[in-house]
């Protein structure tokens, strides 16, 4: 079954601390794979996504994601957090065809602290 | 104007009583989607639309149904209102020539009593 999986409900990390978001997919082929970050009381924003090629991707905000075949994730990546990037993040995967149904993961909650 | 707008934003319903949420949007997308968001649960599918005439079923579709009056509006809808239905939900779309990821209005929030 397809599925998104990531294992940390909430994480908290000091402010100027890096920061990664772990990520987890099974599917039945390399799927289209995003992060998307929820601001409280907004909706989702796409930060970034991996269809091919460099497996190093760049998104806003100064976040970065690698993806890893050989162990089907796709975590996120910061060097230095910022108080506002206390959000939930979203992890997501979508079919290369078929049509773009997008899959998501329960989400991480990240504390920022002073 | 964002390019989806969900509304009304919140809403506070009784049981029983039928509630339809609206969604538009200026992206000129023909995908549109459904989700509801519950902590710890992500997001679930409800109903999407490839185009006017092309709406389907998501994974939790029942107690819930869906209108696509144009390509830039799709509203849902809950015939019946019960208190398990008392989430975030929230519309977004997305281009049928590439998948460049989901855009997602604000959200309403639904409470029945």
């Known amino acids: 079954a397809q599925s998104v999986t990531q294992p940390d409900i909430h994480i908290t990390v000091s402010e100027g601390a890096s920061l990664e978001l772990r990520c987890n997919y099974s599917y039945g082929a390399t799927p289209y794979l995003f992060w998307y970050v929820q601001s409280p009381g907004q909706g989702l924003q796409l930060l970034l996504k991996?269809?091919?090629?460099?497996?190093l991707v760049q998104g806003i905000k100064g976040f970065e994601a690698e993806f890893k075949r050989s162990q089907s994730s796709f975590n996120l990546r910061k060097p230095s957090v910022h108080w506002s990037d206390a959000a939930e993040y979203f992890c997501a995967v979508a079919p290369l065809t078929g049509g773009f149904k997008t899959i998501f993961g329960a989400g991480t909650r990240l504390f920022v602290k002073a | 104007d964002a390019d989806v707008t969900q509304t009304p934003r919140n809403r506070i319903t009784k049981t029983g009583k039928r509630i339809m949420l609206e969604c538009s949007q200026t992206?000129?997308?023909?995908?549109m989607y459904w989700y509801r968001q519950d902590p710890g649960l992500g997001l679930r599918l409800i109903y999407y639309s490839f185009d006017v005439k092309d709406i389907n079923k998501g994974e939790i579709s029942d107690g819930y149904s869906v209108s696509r009056q144009a390509q830039a509006k799709f509203s849902l809808s809950l015939e019946s209102a019960i208190p398990n239905q008392t989430a975030l939900y929230f519309c977004?779309?997305?281009?049928?020539?590439?998948?460049?990821?989901?855009?997602f209005g604000s959200g309403t929030r639904l409470t029945v009593v």
């Open positions: 977004a779309t997305s281009d049928s020539g590439s998948n460049y990821g989901y855009t």
């Open positions: 992206k000129g997308h023909d995908r």
């Open positions: 991996y269809f091919s090629g460099d497996t």
